[in-house]
C-alpha cells in the first residue's frame, strides 16, 4: 500500500516548492515532451521501442497507462481490463465488504462478467488523450494583476474556462497542472470513466502479505496487484454504474511478457507520481524535517491508537476503518523513515550547500540575478508567516476534517456556491464536481462510525482548547462555551446527540438545499458548519492571496535554479504534481551497508519461510501446498530455478506510481510498482542513486497465483496469456 499518493500526506507540506537534486541516467520522472532530451540515455539503457514513441499518448504503450485518481493502472485486454495494485483496490473491497464477508481478507474471484462488483460511486478511472501548453496563455492572464488576490483570481479564472471548454460534451476531465511551481502550465484532457467494477483480488494471504511490518522494507513477498474493469454505456459513453452498461474497448492495452525480467535487464515505468519535494527551499525543508514531520507523527499515533481500540471492540467498526488504518500506518511509517533518511544522508546541509551554490551564481549575474534573489527573500518572508501559525493550523484542520464536521461544512458550503454562476463557483462545487460530491455522501455511510469520529474530534478539540488566546477561532470558542474538558464533552455531547446527517437518507436530503434553508437547519452540525463558513471563507481569501504572490515569486526563482544546473550540464526535470510521468533503469539489488548485499529477486519458497500462519504472515493454505509441491508451472525463471515473487530497480517512483506497469524493453508488462526500499524514502526531498530502489510484483508470480493458487483462467485468457504446464 506504500506507494499510493496521499493528500493528507501533501497537506501537511502544502505550499513547499522545491529546490532540484542532481539528475543522472536513473533519476528523473519525466514528462513525455522530455524524452527527446533524454533519447540518448533511453536507448543505452535498453530501450529497444523508439524514444518518440513514448511521447504520443494515443498510440502503445503510453494509450494503455491509466489514473486511479491517487494511483496508476494500465488496460490488460480489449475488454477494458485493468490491473492496480491491491492496495489501490483496497477501499473498493472494503466498501463491499461485511463482517460477514470482509474481501479485503477473503480475496474476490468473479466467475463471470455478471458477477463483477461496482467499486464505488467515487471509482474512477482516467485516460489521458491530450496535453496541451497554456503557458503563454496563464502568464497573459496574470501580467497585469496587481497583487496575490488578483493574480490568483484571474489564473482561477482562465483556468476554469479553459476546463470548461476541455469538458464540452461531457465524458471528460480536464485539470490544468503547474510545473516548476508555476514556471510552465499544461493542460490535461482525460476521458473519465464512473463505473468501474472490482475483477477479481487475491486474498490478503497474497494481496498485502507482510502487511505493515514488511512495508517498504526488503525483501517483500508480496503479491500487491487486482483486476478491474472498466465500464461504459452501449455507445461507449462514460456514465455512472448501471446494470446494463458494458465493457469499454480501449484503443491499446498492453501485451503480457511472460518472460518477466531478469538481473541487468532494461524496465520502464509510466505513471501518475503525486508530489516530490526536491526543489524546496532550504527553510522549508527544515521546517518540515524539525516541525511538520514529527507533527504529523504524533496526530497520526494519536489517531490510530483511537481508531485500532474500536476496531479491536467492534468488528464492524474495524472494517469501516480498515481503509484509513492502512493509510495512517503507511504515511506514520513513511515519515518515520523520512527523518531517519535525512539524519543519515546530512540531508539539511546538502540542501543549504545546493542553495547557496544558486544564490552565489545568482549573484554573479549582476543585476540579470536581482529578480530572482529578491524573490527568494520574498519567499524565505512569506514562509516565516505561515510557520508562525503552524500550531493552529495543524489542529484547527484537524477539527475540521473530522468526519461529521467535514461532511456539515461541505454540504453548508455547497449551498453557498449553488447560488452563483457555474464558472464563479470554488472547485470541488462547480457541476462537473456533483457526481463526485454525492458519491462522497453515499459512501459515507461505509466509512463512519459516530462514536470514533467522536473521539477523534475530541482528540483534536483537546489540543484546541490549549491554544494561547490569539491563535484561536472565535466560531469554535463561541460553540465549547469554556476552555476545558468539561466545555468538550458538552460540546460533542450536544454535536453528536443533535445531528442527523449519519442517516444516509437525510444527508442526501441536504444536497440540493440553499444557504437560507440551511440557516434554518436544527440540526446542531448544520448550525456549527454555517457559524463556521465565515472564518472558512475568510482563510480561504487569504491562502488564495498568499498562493497569488507565490505565482509571482516561485517560477522567478525556480527559473534560476533551471539556469544554474544547465550551466553546470545537468538536465532538469519538474517535481511530481500528478501528471503522467516516466522512468526507467535497470533490475539491480544494492548494498545498505558494508558487507551486506541485497539480491534483486525474492522467491517463491521464501514465502513458506516466512509463513507464520498469523496476520501479516498467514500465506494461506492453498498457496503453501502448491509452493510444497513445488507446482511452479511454466512460470518458474531459468536463472533462478524458480518462481520469482518482486524485484527490485533502480527506477525513481513515489507515491501515486502505485499500480503503475513496469514494462521491458519492447513494452509488455512484466510488473507492477507497489513500494519502495527503506533506504530510499526520503527521495521525495533527497535522490541518493546508491540506495534508492523500486520494488515490483513481478509478473510470473502474478500469473503463477491466478493458475496454481486462485484460478482465474476466464481472466488469463482474455490477457492472452499462453496456458500453463501443469
Known sequence: MTLRFHPLAAALVAGLVFLPARAGAVEGMWVPQQLPEIAGPLREAGL????????????????????????????????????????????SLQLNSTPERDLTTEGFDAPTLADEISGGPNARIYVTESITDVTDQVRAAQADARDGAARQAATEALQKRMVAECEQGGGYRCTVYAFFGGLEYRLFRQMEIKDVRVVYAPPAGIGAYGGDIDNWMWPRHTGDFTFLRAYVDKDGRPVPYAEDNVPYRP?????????????????????????????????????????TYPAGIESYRAQLDIIEAAGRADRDVEIKYAAQVKGLNNYLKNMTGQLEGFEKADAMAAKRRDEAAVLDWLRGQGRQGRPALQAYERLRAAHAAERATRERDLVVNGVLNTGLISTANRLVRASIEKAKPDAERASGYQVRDAAAFRGNLEQMDRRYDAGVDRQLLAYWLGRYVQLPADQRVPAIDAWL??????AVERALDGLYAGTRLGDRAIRLGWIDADFERIQTSGDAALRLAVALSPYLLEREAQAKAASGEDMRDRPLFLQAVIDYNRSEGRAVYPDANSSLRITFGNVTGYSPAPGVVHQPFTRLEEIADKHTGQDPFDAGQAQLDAIAAGRHGNRASAAQGTVPVNFLTDLDVTGGNSGSPTLNANGELVGLVFDMNWESVASNWV????????????????????????????????????????
Open 48 to 91: 529497444t521501442l523508439p524514444p518518440e514513441q513514448l511521447t504520443d499518448l494515443t498510440a502503445h504503450p503510453m494509450a494503455a497507462v491509466v489514473s486511479l485518481g491517487g494511483c496508476t493502472a494500465s488496460f490488460v485486454s480489449p475488454e477494458g481490463l485493468v490491473v492496480t495494485n491491491h492496495h489501490c483496490a483496497y477501499g
Open 481 to 486: 462555551g469554556g476552555n476545558d474538558a468539561a
Open 687 to 726: 535522490f541518493n542513486p546508491e540506495l534508492t530502489r523500486t520494488i515490483h510484483v513481478d509478473i510470473r508470480y502474478l500469473l503463477w497465483v491466478m493458475e496454481q493458487v486462485q484460478p482465474a483462467p476466464r481472466l488469463l485468457e482474455e490477457m492472452g496469456v499462453r496456458g500453463s504446464e501443469e
Open 251 to 291: 484503443k491499446h492495452w498492453l501485451r503480457i511478457g511472460e518472460e518477466g525480467l531478469e538481473a541487468g535487464d532494461f524496465a520502464m515505468v509510466a505513471g501518475y507520481p503525486g508530489r516530490t519535494f526536491r526543489y524546496a527551499l532550504a527553510d522549508e525543508f527544515e521546517h518540515t524535517q524539525g516541525w
